[in-house]
């Protein structure tokens, strides 16, 4: 667990699981906890990891599509040259 005011904002996994922490760890701050829900809603933790993975998918494909993208204006550009 990081130290207390680092720049973490909190894990969702451990927001989600706060209510089972032992005695020993303190619970992530109430911010942490109000972002959450405001993002993850009412998501079981393993729902949070199967959405991350998602988004990380999305984003991959995403950047395939702007290379895609860029490499057929480039053609583009190419063919309207005239030679």
Not at 10 to 15: A, H, R
Not at 50 to 73: G, N, T
Request: glycine share 4%.
């Amino acid at each position: 667990m990081p130290a207390r005011g680092s720049t973490d904002r909190g894990n969702p996994e451990s927001c989600a699981s706060a209510a089972r922490l032992p005695d020993t760890q303190a619970p992530p701050s109430a911010q942490a906890i109000y972002t959450w829900k405001r993002r993850f809603g009412e998501l079981q933790p393993a729902d949070i990891k199967r959405l991350r993975q998602l988004e990380a998918e999305h984003a991959k494909l995403k950047k395939i599509v702007a290379e895609r993208d860029l490499e057929i204006d480039t053609m583009n550009e190419i063919n309207r040259r005239k030679w």
